[in-house]
């Protein structure tokens, strides 16, 4: 989407490529994807008639984004559902345009060819791991039974257990075989959040594993040029305050990571600074200084309602002095109810895109997919899981 804008509302935006244009020799001409400061040193005036000059903006969404972060970070990746033909079909995209250096199917190796054909797919890029006959095996039953020997699990039983392709996959992230994992096309959410807990587990000093859903408005200035951070939405039905506080500290690293973009983040509620008394609210506010004592680096504040979060002549009324209200890129719900609904309502009456959820709070990057996801799903969702693994 291209949109002119003076210079200095353009300036300083780094996930945007800049175009300029004028008259070149009496004719028209457009150099395009230039850095803004390599765009003012070539374009002079001796190349071009000012009276024709313009600057403009080519804005990448948020699928551009991490596509492009993807191929330019090259990490590798495992998707554990390898006789699945949407994963099939997904992983010789995600090779033939270049956003992984390496992908990999778990399972049998023939039934994966079979599979391969059936969806006529070419996976002659793609790296074909079966667990009951990997070199790895021992290494990494003896890791799984040190996770899971106070549970109980005896050397046998891991060595048995751990040939599951999702307890493969995840350890496969765990011990830096790969860089990130995606499942989810034929597994349910608890089925991968099993394995993304008990074996990858989560980021050190963080409890509970959360999700998000990046938002894109097109056309609008909300947010991050028309994209936001909901969070949680599909995860942590009731989290108490602690929670809510990792909630918010994970939210606004994926704002960062996903978005490119400093967090301003907001912690919702029905009350805006004290406004009204309730034990959810005293759970808000619990969960806000949390967050702010544990990372006060973050611009984190609540209790906030929507409109004080989003609407400035409203934030300058009902929370005055607040450094989120009014311009907040980061929703973080009380609930999940609150969250679920509050995404797909924006999804359907503003038309918007949701991407995700993605998971937030892991230790290495984990995605789950919806079992009716697309093919292209699962590409995008490998994009942003890979774009994680800095």
Same mark, same amino acid.
């Given at each position: 989407m291209e949109i002119l804008k003076k210079l200095n509302l353009v300036n300083g935006l780094p996930w945007q490529n800049f175009f300029i244009g004028g008259i070149i020799k009496g004719n028209p001409y457009t150099f395009i994807n230039l850095?803004?400061?390599?765009?003012? +040193?070539? @374009?002079?005036?001796? !190349?071009?008639?000012?009276?024709e000059f313009f600057i403009g903006v080519n804005i990448m969404t948020f699928k551009e984004m991490m596509t492009e972060k993807a191929v330019k970070l090259q990490k590798s990746l495992v998707l554990p559902e390898g006789t699945e033909p949407r994963t099939i079909k997904a992983a010789e995209i995600i090779m033939n345009k270049g956003l992984a250096k390496e992908v990999f199917l778990v399972g049998d190796e023939e039934k994966i060819k079979a599979a391969a054909k059936e969806a006529d797919a070419n996976i002659d890029k793609i790296s074909i791991i079966n667990p009951s006959n990997s070199d790895r095996i021992d290494a990494f039953a003896a890791e799984y039974y040190e996770l899971r020997k106070k549970k109980g699990i005896t050397e046998e039983q891991a060595k048995a257990d751990i040939v599951d392709p999702l307890k493969w996959g995840a350890m496969m992230v765990r011990l830096g075989d790969v860089d990130a994992m995606v499942a989810g096309a034929e597994n349910s959410t608890g089925n991968v959040l099993r394995a993304a @807990? !008990?074996?990858?587990?989560?980021?050190?000093?963080?409890? =509970?594993? =959360?999700?998000?859903?990046?938002? #894109?408005?097109?056309? =609008?200035?909300?947010?991050?040029?028309?994209?936001?951070? @909901?969070?949680?939405?599909?995860?942590?039905?009731?989290?108490?305050?602690?929670?809510?506080? +990792?909630? &918010?500290?994970?939210?606004? +690293?994926?704002?960062?990571?996903?978005?490119?973009?400093?967090?301003?983040t907001a912690m919702l509620s029905f009350s805006t600074k004290g406004s009204a008394s309730h034990d959810n609210v005293d759970k808000v506010v619990e969960a806000t200084k949390l967050a702010q004592e544990k990372r006060p680096d973050l611009n984190i504040d609540g209790e906030l309602q929507l409109d004080a979060a989003i609407i400035p002549s409203v934030a300058s009324s009902k929370a005055p002095g607040s450094k989120v209200a009014g311009k907040a890129n980061v929703l973080v719900f009380p609930d999940l109810q609150a969250g679920n609904i509050g995404y797909?309502?924006?999804?359907? @009456?503003?038309?918007?895109? &949701? #991407?995700?959820?993605?998971?937030?709070?892991?230790?290495?990057?984990?995605?789950?997919?919806?079992?009716?996801?697309?093919? +292209?799903?699962?590409? !995008? !969702?490998?994009?942003?899981?890979?774009?994680?693994?800095e």
């Open positions: 850095k803004l400061h390599a765009v003012l +040193e070539n @374009f002079t005036s001796e !190349t071009c008639t000012h009276a @807990f !008990t074996i990858v587990k989560t980021a050190p000093g963080v409890k =509970s594993a =959360s999700s998000c859903f990046v938002m #894109y408005m097109p056309d =609008s200035d909300w947010g991050a040029n028309g994209h936001m951070i @909901f969070s949680d939405c599909a995860t942590i039905p009731e989290p108490d305050a602690q929670q809510l506080s +990792e909630i &918010a500290i994970a939210a606004s +690293e994926s704002c960062k990571n996903f978005l490119g973009a400093e967090p301003c797909k309502l924006v999804q359907r @009456f503003a038309g918007a895109d &949701a #991407y995700g959820p993605f998971l937030q709070g892991f230790a290495k990057p984990v995605s789950d997919l919806s079992r009716g996801c697309s093919v +292209e799903d699962i590409v !995008t !969702t490998s994009a942003v899981t890979m774009a994680q693994a």
